[in-house]
């Protein structure tokens, strides 16, 4: 901020320098120091958290016709997967977070496991994050469970009681082949971290679990690639090496081995091959990305704006992804080494997707991008705190508005005309790199050679389309509602091909 | 009844029937039944059974059997296996899944991998060893995979052999166009004007009804006659412009079309003077007008030094006198400015390398840098960045533009029709791009037959109109609102010049087309009475090769169709016709086509 060097009409203002891949510069006028006023209450008003002012979630009183923070209720979720089953069951041993203080209060753990054998296993994984449910297919009943590293240590540390818990899980469906352990990380990582405590389970101690590491880098790491990305595209796209300059930011490459990651999950859990165990080493960033994105490629209803909602809602805020320390909110500490854009990537990862299969995703490009927006802007409490019991202490339900307030109220601007819901369908993304694409809608939209025209024709022709949707099935209806009358009275059947759809599998 | 006269003895075999070899003898019933679907003219020269076409690379799990024939027109692949892995949204109506178009051959590889030998096989070849693999490389991209393991040894062989002599054809009357053309004129012989199909602007709609009536309402014009160059001096109310008909018999120059648009100031009499100052007396053409009135012009270099001068200043002049404000004229030198033919062909040759390079996981690693050494978007850039800065001179500056190459029908053909598609909506409707092409490409003389390479001379081949639809895309792509047709719609374009079906992207010129198709009527007996050449089918007529339902999807659901100024005629489709039809599109899923 401030202090250009350069000299010359516009030699001395302000350079502010945005989390969303901008800079935005302005020349002030010499006389009457008019720069240090501004950088004073400037600096106070962003960086609230350093001048003990609060958020300005907490101030705004925008009203919405729509409630946001009822849009993820834990247990209708669980009933939506058919849970609690005879091999699942939900537990509120975590109510006062004394268990897990960055896990939510409600888990769904196996039947067998008893809460004091989720204590024990719990002194053996980092931060006590316990292997738990996050996803049960629903024919073949293997799951999704997603963790933290087992504390293995330089001296290669066992826990029968974790042992005997991954089997446990390993039992729930009624497969005699082995668990499937994903280490997010690159393995020379994972054997690193047991200098500092961690690492990952061996095949003595888990004989009938097998590990694979997916290779995907740290929060570090993605850090520095997303700051090469911006060095490419602002303040000057540079044309001529545009490709190997991309390349050499090695984004698209991270992006490709997070889909990768997703897509094995995926595939072990949809082919019925195995349950899945997935973890990084806490199990609050690279294991959020590949659960979330594996749940979306398998379940269709993750693929609607609620079922979004309800996903990130889910996987990312209460399991504790750490978006205050990731994203920084009102910090002025701009330097701070937990920063990193892990849910930019998950929401770059989706966008991905979604180019792939423009027809499987209720939602279009803006609600990404608006996701994104507020994720920096503190407008909303959707995206404050570490985890759910900072939010439970800060009252955040009663204090703030959800962002799905916003969305949830004005769904129309959001909706992708060519979305065709299918029910049992899995997307598998080619995660190649002829295929992966720069957002550049999001990237670069700043850049004013880049920009978009404005009103955008394509919003407008997709209100046009939506239009002619509804239109369409409203007739559809009626036809369909004219036929049935003439057929001799058939059993009541869901007349709109929206009432037959989702709500896919209760299981009891 | 064909006039497939191989020049060596050798072949003559394939022009009997086929061979009864040993393999038929013990061939399951199934296999038997497999017939190819012919198109009228097309014979199968040479075929052979158990045939397994490979599908993945790394395993044989999803490979197909099948019978491989040879056809003039195609290879065929005839299976009752289904489609493995892949599904196509569409289905083109004159070729199979598994059918290769003979003029979309790149190269042909035989090998024996007990003999570990391999062979590239040109045109009239010997094979010295059976082939245990056939190889067939295909200029769009593709390569398909035969295995001939449990197939006679000979049969294989000789299907090779046909396929290495059909689809290199040395003389372009050779080339299956003419043999469906013929057969075409023969069968309505008794009946009046010719075949019902050849009127070219998508109208009259062989085989395929009409349903749908998605492109037959609008026919596209051809700019073959008088009446379409004046009706688009009107449609962009060009005043300072006349149509010109001193090349009428291509008495001036046979790689001009026989009628073309002038500034109203030149008299015929020095048009004719000034034609022999230019390379290919080609001199210059009106392209199009803008509203303001700047004109886009292009022409051949003068080739005298000694009169260049004078003859610009002649030029220019009268351009001058045709704008409204006797604006200046603003020249565009192209061969100094742009990669040359042979540049975008290297680049092509890279670009096709990498995406065909096996194995996939070498290239996945460095792809963009790989894609980027190509240089092929570099070029597709620098043809986009120049055309946009003509635009900038039309538009902003008032000035007519005048596009300047060695012969003036290469990169012209390129960067006139960029500059159009950029600042006129009605080029980017479907019946405005394709007359377009027909007006900057076909009628202005873009060689075809050498750039595309249908008789494999490869010294001439030059991809420009793959990356003239490249730029085209990367324009869709940045304005998705602002074109009426689909990436499907480009994609499917660039596969019908691989078609040797169609007269539209066969020939060097107009003339080259009348003149080589007056030929073969006579030697065929054909009467042409007041037709100039044969009438071969246009590729946009779609229906000859898409049901009105797949032609569906050429049509681009953001498509807005009411849009910026510059459209003052009202041949554009209405605005909710179109809304009816993305409909279709969009809710295929769901509904179908109800």
């Known amino acids: 901020m401030g202090g250009a060097t350069s000299r010359g009409e516009n030699s001395y203002g302000l350079d502010i320098t945005c989390k969303d891949m901008r800079n935005l510069r302005f020349a002030l006028k010499q006389e009457g120091h008019s720069r240090r006023d501004m950088f004073e209450i400037l600096t106070r008003y962003a960086f609230p958290l350093a001048h003990s002012l609060p958020l300005f979630a907490f101030l705004n009183e925008e009203k919405f016709n729509v409630d946001g923070w009822t849009v993820y209720n834990p ?3 669980y009933r939506r997967q058919g849970l609690p089953n005879h091999h699942w069951r939900i537990t509120f041993i975590n109510k006062c977070y004394e268990l897990c203080d960055t896990y939510p209060a409600l888990l769904v753990v196996p039947y067998r496991a008893t809460d004091d054998d989720l204590r024990r296993v719990a002194t053996f994984r980092s931060r006590n994050r316990i292997p738990v449910l996050s996803w049960i297919h629903p024919e073949n009943k293997t799951v999704i469970v997603r963790c933290s590293q087992p504390l293995v240590g330089m001296g290669g540390k066992r826990n029968k009681d974790d042992e005997k818990y991954l089997d446990v899980i390993r039992e729930t469906n009624k497969q005699i082949s082995k668990l499937t352990i994903y280490d997010a990380r690159p393995s020379v990582n994972a054997v690193a971290n047991k200098a500092t405590g961690g690492g990952y389970e061996s095949d003595d101690a888990y004989h009938n679990a097998e590990l694979f590491f997916l290779d995907i880098h740290n929060i570090h790491v993605m ?34 081995l997070v889909l990768t990651g997703a897509i094995q999950v995926a595939d072990k859990v949809s082919s019925g091959k195995s349950s899945v165990l997935v973890h990084c080493s806490d199990g609050w960033d690279r294991t959020a990305q590949l659960t979330s994105l594996a749940m979306l490629m398998l379940d269709s209803f993750y693929r609607s704006i609620e079922g979004f909602e309800i996903l990130v809602q889910k996987e990312w805020i209460s399991f504790g992804h750490k978006f205050a320390s990731r994203i920084g909110h009102g910090d002025k500490n701009h330097t701070d080494a937990d920063r990193s854009p892990i849910f930019l990537q998950f929401i770059d990862c989706v966008w991905q997707m979604s180019k792939q299969f423009p027809t499987a995703f209720e939602f279009n490009e803006q609600f990404l991008i608006i996701i994104l927006d507020h994720l920096y802007s503190c407008r909303f409490g959707t995206f404050l705190f570490n985890c759910e019991s900072a939010r439970e202490r800060q009252k955040v339900t009663e204090r703030t508005v959800s962002l799905w307030s916003l969305i949830n109220s004005n769904k129309e601007k959001f909706k992708n005309p060519f979305y065709t819901k299918e029910i049992n369908r899995v997307l598998y993304p080619v995660a190649s790199m002829r295929h992966l694409e720069l957002w550049v809608n999001y990237y670069i939209r700043w850049n004013p050679r880049i920009k978009q025209q404005q009103p955008n024709p394509v919003e407008q022709r997709y209100m046009e389309l939506l239009a002619l949707r509804d239109e369409y099935i409203k007739r559809l209806e009626e036809l369909q509602l004219a036929n049935s009358a003439k057929l001799s009275d058939p059993p009541t059947s869901p007349s709109s091909p929206s009432q037959m759809m989702p709500h896919v599998q209760t299981h009891f | 009844m064909f006039s497939l006269k191989p020049p060596r003895p050798t072949f003559r075999s394939y022009l009997l029937p086929p061979l009864q070899t040993d393999d038929n003898i013990n061939s399951e019933p199934k296999i038997k039944k497999l017939e190819p679907v012919l198109l009228p003219g097309e014979i199968v020269v040479n075929e052979v059974n158990f045939v397994r076409k490979c599908i993945a690379t790394d395993t044989s799990q999803y490979d197909l059997w099948g019978k491989l024939i040879c056809s003039n027109f195609k290879i ?22 598994h059918d290769v178009p003979l003029t979309c051959i790149e190269q042909i590889v035989t090998v024996n991998d007990h003999k570990r030998k391999q062979k590239v096989l040109g045109p009239n070849q010997k094979l010295k060893f059976n082939p245990t693999e056939l190889i067939i490389y295909c200029k769009d991209f593709r390569i398909v995979r035969f295995r001939f393991d449990e197939s006679g040894p000979e049969s294989a062989k000789k299907v090779c052999l046909a396929i290495a002599h059909y689809s290199q054809p040395t003389d372009l009357q050779l080339l299956f166009a003419f043999e469906y053309i013929g057969k075409k004129y023969h069968n309505s012989a008794n009946k009046i004007n010719g075949i019902p199909s050849g009127d070219g602007g998508g109208g009259g709609g062989g085989g395929e009804g009409n349903g749908g009536g998605v492109d037959s309402s609008q026919k596209t014009p051809l700019f073959e006659i008088y009446s379409d160059w004046d009706r688009e001096i009107k449609r962009t109310a060009a005043s300072g412009w006349r149509v010109c008909s001193i ?23 020095d048009l004719k003077i000034f034609s022999h100052s230019f390379v290919g007396r080609r001199m210059p053409l009106w392209c199009w007008s803008h509203a303001n009135g700047s004109a886009l012009v292009r022409m051949a270099l003068v080739k005298d030094a000694l009169q260049q001068r004078k003859i610009d200043q002649r030029i220019c002049n009268a351009i001058t006198k045709s704008h409204p404000q006797r604006s200046d004229v603003y020249k565009s030198d192209l061969d100094k400015t742009l990669p040359n033919i042979q540049e975008v062909q290297a680049a092509f040759v890279k670009l096709k390398q990498l995406c065909v390079n096996e194995p996939f996981e070498e290239t996945e690693e460095k792809w963009l840098s790989s894609l980027e050494n190509t240089r092929w978007l570099e070029y597709v850039r620098a043809f986009l960045k120049h055309s946009a800065e003509l635009v900038y001179m039309l538009e902003s500056k008032h000035l007519s533009v005048v596009l300047q190459e060695e012969e003036g029908r290469d990169l012209s053909c390129l960067v006139a029709s960029l500059v159009q598609v950029m600042l006129d909506p009605y080029f980017r409707t479907i019946v405005g791009f394709q007359s377009l092409i027909q007006k900057e ?8 037959l050498d750039r595309c ?15 003239f639809l490249d730029a085209t895309w990367q324009l869709l792509e940045q304005y998705p609102a602002a074109f009426e047709f689909s990436e499907t719609y480009l994609a499917v374009l660039y596969d019908s010049t691989r078609i040797s079906l169609f007269g539209t992207f066969l020939f060097n010129s107009p003339h080259q087309r009348v003149k080589q198709s007056t030929e073969f009527a006579i030697s065929k007996n054909i009467q042409l009475g007041d037709e100039k050449g044969l009438k071969f089918p246009s590729v ?55």
Request: net charge neutral.
């Open chain 1, 223 to 256: 850090r520095e690639s997303l700051k090469k990305v911006k060095d490419i595209v602002y303040p000057n796209v540079e044309e001529s090496h545009w490709l190997s300059s991309l390349e050499s930011t090695h984004w698209l490459e991270h992006i490709k």
């Open chain 2, 540 to 594: 946009w007529d779609w229906s000859l090769q898409f049901t009105a339902k797949d032609r569906t999807l050429f049509h681009n659901p953001f498509y807005i169709g009411k849009s910026t100024p510059c459209v003052q005629n009202g041949s554009m489709k209405s605005f909710k016709r179109t809304k009816q039809l993305f409909v279709v599109v969009s809710m295929k899923s769901s509904t179908g086509t109800r």
């Open chain 2, 76 to 97: 065929s692949f005839i299976t009752d296996d289904p489609m493995p892995l892949q599904k196509f949204h569409y289905r083109n109506l004159l070729l199979g899944d």
């Open chain 2, 247 to 269: 090349n009428e018999g291509y008495m001036i120059s046979t790689c001009l079309p026989e009628y073309f648009v002038v500034p109203s100031s030149l008299a015929d009499q």
């Open chain 1, 75 to 77: 247990v209708e979720e």
């Open chain 2, 453 to 467: 390479n249908h008789l494999k001379r490869s010294e001439k081949e030059s991809p420009l109109f793959l990356l």
């Open chain 2, 441 to 448: 490409w076909v009628m202005a003389g873009y060689q075809f």
